[in-house]
């Protein structure tokens, strides 16, 4: 299923491709790493796998790798309420 950020005015703000991102909904600021900044800016997501190929490219690793922290990241953004499942759209497999 596609992601989105969730539907709330969240502040965000980037240093040395770092991003810290305020949920209002949650009164908290989560901070992301340079690889989940990446994915944070990729949103929304509809394939994770390309996503990765995209990661594997800028950071110069292998797929296979970049899938694993792409995953990796998504849950994060998940649990920190930051993304979103899109009900009601088909997509490319999302992953998460």
């Keep these: 299923m596609p992601l989105d950020r969730v539907p709330a005015r969240l502040t965000e703000v980037t240093v040395d491709d770092e991003t810290a991102v305020y ?3 949650t009164d908290t600021v989560v ?21 990765a190929v995209e990661l594997a490219e800028h950071f110069g690793i292998e797929p296979r790798e970049a899938l694993a922290g792409v995953q990796a990241g998504v849950e994060l953004l998940l ?7 899109v009900p009601g759209v088909d997509g490319p497999s999302a992953g998460a």
């Design 23 to 25: 949920n209002p909904i």
């Design 31 to 51: 901070l992301l790493n340079a690889s989940a900044s990446e994915i944070w800016r990729r949103t929304p997501l509809t394939s994770l796998e390309h996503v």
């Design 79 to 85: 649990r920190e309420q930051l993304l979103v499942e």
